[in-house]
Structure formats: structure tokens, C-alpha cells
């Protein structure tokens, strides 16, 4: 015991000591040349960081936990929070996140999933990632043009573009400007739609004083350089209704059914004892394949930086 004691005391020593040479060093790079008006370029967007970000990213790499693990459940645990949501998943892009909210409306564990044909309302001037998962999941985008001056989509338009196939709402904030939430969150109550905010440009952004991104059934989020914070790739679906939640969480993870975090074999107690549709009686849970998924998950290095820059929005706003 005293051993084990003795190395872990080292290594936080250690860890302490790189601490200090990481911020040494960043420092010693951030005073390398001063900002020259007249010669130095100002950027309309970028990543901004300082010692913070790059220690905990360093301090993630010690681990070798490469994969998504322990700093992309706090990272998860503090999107979440902030949102107020159900759930919240790390993705490894925006493009990813609106792929993933779009495909869970499709999935058959919900009781009236979005089905081949279906239309979904877009807006006509867009990023392409806002209406690719529309096309790649069989659903019809119904394109609504834009109001000048916001760039968003026009509300009477979208009203009018309502049909008996619409089943759904999916527009972005344009470059971070929200469209006029109150009054599309009452069309697609009142028409008894799903509503998604593609939030990529927005985190942060509030409407009527309540944030973007909480009004809709499904949010989604980009960190890309560009945008409010950032883990260089990736991205985050906000689920504000928990019917949904299971569906991402599966088609985000492969489409598997079993929801056993990864090194956990039984969380269910039931692993070999289910009876799932024409599969053998106690075939094993850990490989049932319930949606055709994909694997869209970051890694843990991403997260250690998202969290940090997370802790730093309000003051990037």
C-alpha cells in the first residue's frame, strides 16, 4: 500500500512538473512577436486558446485514453447542463451531429418515425450538411426562401409551405442570427411537427431571452475553428426530448442495442437472457445491431479541450 502510495504521489508530481512546462512554453510562444496593426492579418473567426487548453489536452494524451472516455463524459455532462437537455452527445462535426438528429427520426423505437417521402422543410439558402441527411435518409427537402436582412427563413413562407407530407422542421441559425423561434416553435406545435435547430452557428445565441437551441425537439452543434468554441473536428447533438435519446445514442455507436458503456459487459444483468426478434433466444446483447448506424464519436484529446473552452463561452461571446 505504501508503494502504490509512493507512485502515485510521483506521478502527480510529474504531472504537476509538465503542467508548469506546458504553460512555460506556450507562454514563451505567445511572446514570440507582438500583434502589428498594418501587417498582421485580424480574422473574422479562428480558434482562440491559451495554456488552459493545450494542459488538458496534455493531460489527456498521459492517459493514452485516445478513444471517447472520461473527459468526454464531463464534456457531455457540462453541454447538457448548460442546455438544460435530456442528453447530450459529442460527435466528431456539426455535419456528423445533423446526420445523426435527422437519422434518430427515422429510427422504430419511436411510434410514428419519419418514413421515405416525407417532407422536411428547409431553408433554400443553407450550408449543404443541413439538407445532405435529409436526402441520404429518403426524406423530401422542401426548400422556403430567405428574408433579406436575416438571411433566415421566412416565416410566413415556412407557414405556407406546410403539406400533408410535412413531418418535419430543419433549419439553421444563420451565421449565428436566430430565426424567429417563438413563432416556428408554434407552427410546428400547432402542425404537430419535429423541430430542429442547427445551432452550428449559434452557440450562445438566445431568442426572446431563452437560449437557441432549447426550443426544438433536437439541437445540433459544430466546434470547428470557425465557430463560438472549439476542439479543431466535431460537433454535438442536443436532445430535448428523451424519445430520442436512445435513437442517437445507438446510431451514433455503430446502431447497436445494447447500451453497456464501453469495458462494461452487464450493465443490464440480462446480457444472455433476451428474446429479440427472429435471433435466437440469449444471443449475446453486446452484438445486436438494432439501426443502421455508423461511428461518429470524437476522441477524449478533443473532448479535454472542448471542456475547457466550454468553461470560457460567455466571455468568447
Known sequence: MAVESDVAAREAELRGRIAGLVTELHRLREARRPFEPGRDPVRYAGRVFDDAEVRALVDSSLDFWLTLGPYGDRFEAALKARFG??????????????????????SPLLERPLAPGDEVL??????PTTVAPLVQNGLTPVFVDVELGTYNADPALLEAAVGPRTRAIFLAHTLGNPFDLARVARLAEKAGLVLIEDCCDALGASFAGRPAGTWGDLATLSFYPAHHI??????????????????????????????????????C?????????????????????????????????????????????????
Not at 87 to 103: E, I, K, P, T
Not at 122 to 127: H, I, Y
Not at 248 to 254: F, G, P, Q
Open 85 to 106: 437537455a435530456r442528453r447530450a452527445l459529442f460527435v466528431n462535426s456539426g455535419s456528423s451531429a445533423n446526420l445523426l438528429a435527422v437519422s434518430a427520426l427515422r
Open 122 to 127: 428547409s431553408v433554400a439558402a443553407a450550408f
Open 230 to 267: 472549439t476542439t479543431g473536428e466535431g460537433g454535438a447533438v442536443i436532445v430535448n426530448k428523451s424519445r430520442y435519446a436512445r435513437p442517437a445514442e445507438s446510431i451514433r455507436d455503430w446502431g447497436r442495442d445494447c447500451w453497456c458503456a464501453p469495458g462494461n459487459a452487464d450493465t
Open 269 to 317: 444483468g440480462k446480457r444472455f437472457a433476451w428474446k429479440l426478434g427472429g435471433l435466437p433466444e440469449g444471443y449475446d446483447h453486446k452484438y445486436i445491431y438494432s439501426h443502421l448506424g455508423y461511428n461518429l464519436k470524437p476522441t477524449d484529446l478533443q473532448a479535454a479541450i472542448g471542456l475547457v473552452q466550454l468553461e470560457k463561452l460567455d466571455s468568447v461571446i
